[in-house]
């Protein structure tokens, strides 16, 4: 059976390369955070886009999630609940009602309604539009027919045919096949509804977007600097803000964004450079921000190219990366060395599911570097500029490579943040990169199915693989869909096209200007707007 997932994650553009080691600086500091003015300040890398569906990056999703209600979003413990819809139902898993909440306005005025959120996912999935989440629609029956094999044909179609509008605040979906956590696939921002003026002309939405979310932009979107949000009077959902606004500023390192949460020119920082951990830590007291995280690194190959495409190479090197040692080195000892392709708050983990091929062996690694033939030409190894950790725990495994396999031409490539999810996209990568996944949803499906299923970054197939993730997504029964699951993450490992590392430990920090601040461990990241203003 075909897959239910994605066919293309096509996006124009080539990525520009750093080969130098030092990191830039987007944000600059600046007057303290807040400025009295009911509103705070939060530091991040920049985004790629703003439109929902053009995007798969947390730092997009950091202003997206306020600026739009989705049909659901996720409670406290990761349940799907109704945000602008009323319900979200079905008997059979395949046929879904959905009534959105009528009385709904776009920050424009125009009013929210089922054919906006029929409109926008029209657009999203229409293969053409090329948009960096197209794939996460392709349960949908009708997907297909808008997204055919040949890049170069046009589609059948431009509309989903599963997506059928009922009444103004109604709607039937109907997917290729049963799909019991449909309801969590409606709280990943891609599924945002979008506004007649938006659709109309996608480039000025991407810098300006207007959604029906609790905040609104205030101008566009100033590219490397910040995106600036205030509250929306007009605003009638259940995420009433408790400020008046929220600044996302830009930074392309993560030291002086720090720097500046110390100096209180911003108010909150989600995520503190591990090297900087124990300071801040004594500094900030209980305004240091420790979570549980759904995100997990990892290393994945380019099989499409032929040197990495013998598995015992791939096992060798997953065994000449010492974690724990990479832990202590570099996250103090805080982060979680990876056991298994699932970190352990998803439903599904299993605690050492890796087993030796996650364990630092060098004498073995070497036997299968060995038995693969070893390794010709240059490793060039790929990761982004977001935070110097990863230039620090690449430099760890080069030395491993180098000293216990004898590879000794290797170079490292950084990729600008904002760059990084086209590169790999494009393929244009040429060797190992690093690869990170933060849960959209609780479940190991989400994992799974992103990430080693059809159309992966890595080049990898397996149709045993994609049969038993199909199988377990029809499945109704949870423990017997974990179970399909599971079965599926022991080929993956078995082949590693992409090695597990670790689960990070949430490490924040906040302002003395602010209270109130929440950090989920999943895709809507800070709940700004619980946030309050001293």
């Not at 205030?230 to 930074?251: D, I, Q």
């Not at 494009?426 to 080693?452: C, F, I, T, V």
């Amino acid at each position: 059976m075909t897959s239910q997932r994605g066919v293309r994650r096509t996006v124009a553009g080539v990525a520009a390369v750093v080969l130098a080691a030092s990191l830039g600086l987007s944000g600059c500091g600046g007057d303290e955070a807040g400025a009295g003015d009911g509103t705070f300040t939060v530091g991040h890398s920049e985004p790629d886009h703003l439109v929902p569906a053009n995007t798969t990056s947390s730092y997009s999703f950091d202003g997206i999630t306020e600026l739009f209600d989705n049909l659901m979003t996720l409670s406290a413990d990761g349940k799907a609940v109704p945000l602008a819809a009323e319900s979200v139902t079905s008997d059979d898993q395949k046929v879904w009602t959905i009534k959105v909440r009528p009385g709904q306005k776009f920050h424009n005025g125009e009013p929210v309604t089922a054919q906006s959120f029929a409109d926008a996912w029209n657009s999203a999935a229409y293969g053409p539009n090329a948009m960096g989440a197209n794939s996460y629609f392709s349960y949908i029956k009708g997907y297909e027919e808008m997204n055919p094999e040949d890049e170069n044909a046009k589609p059948k179609a431009d509309t989903l045919s599963g997506v059928e509008v009922t009444g103004p605040d109604a709607m039937k979906v109907t997917l290729n096949a049963p799909f019991s956590q449909f309801p969590l696939l409606l709280t990943y921002p891609a599924y945002a509804p979008m506004p007649k003026a938006g659709l109309k002309d996608l480039k000025a939405f991407d810098e300006h977007p207007i959604g029906n979310g609790p905040y609104m932009m205030d101008g566009n979107w100033e590219r490397n600097k910040q995106i600036k949000l205030v509250a929306f009077p007009g605003y009638t959902g259940p995420r009433k803000p408790k400020n008046k606004g929220v600044t996302w500023k830009s930074y392309s390192s993560a030291d002086t964004a720090y720097t500046d949460l110390r100096a209180g020119r911003i108010d909150v920082l989600q995520t503190i450079p591990a090297a900087k951990v124990p300071e801040a830590k004594r500094l900030l007291g209980d305004r240091f921000l420790a979570r549980k995280m759904s995100t997990t690194d990892y290393l994945g190959f380019p099989l499409f190219d032929k040197r990495f495409d013998n598995p015992d190479l791939r096992k060798a090197i997953s065994m000449v990366i010492d974690r724990q040692g990479i832990n202590k080195a570099v996250y103090n000892g805080d982060y979680f060395p990876a056991d298994s392709l699932i970190p352990s708050i998803i439903p599904g983990h299993r605690d050492n599911a890796c087993g030796e091929l996650c364990t630092f062996d060098p004498a073995k690694a070497r036997q299968l570097f060995d038995k693969a033939g070893g390794f010709k030409g240059t490793m060039e190894l790929y990761f982004s500029n977001a935070q110097p950790t990863y230039a620090q725990w690449m430099q760890i495994v080069a030395n491993s490579l180098r000293d216990n396999l004898g590879i000794t031409d290797i170079q490292f490539r950084q990729v600008p943040a904002s760059d990084y999810f086209s590169m790999l996209r494009e393929h244009s990568e040429k060797g190992p990169y690093r690869q990170n996944w933060e849960a959209d949803y609780p479940s190991p499906q989400n994992y799974l199915e992103n990430m080693w299923g059809p159309d992966n970054r890595m080049g990898w197939d397996n149709k045993e693989f994609n049969g038993l993730i199909d199988q377990a997504n029809r499945t109704a029964d949870q423990q017997q869909a974990l179970a399909l699951y599971n079965q599926a993450e022991d080929i993956a490992i078995r082949e590693m096209p992409m090695i597990p590392l670790w689960t990070w430990a949430g490490q924040g920090g906040r302002s003395k200007n602010v209270d109130h601040v929440t950090i989920t461990p999943f895709s809507t990241g800070l709940v700004a707007t619980d946030v309050t203003v001293k």
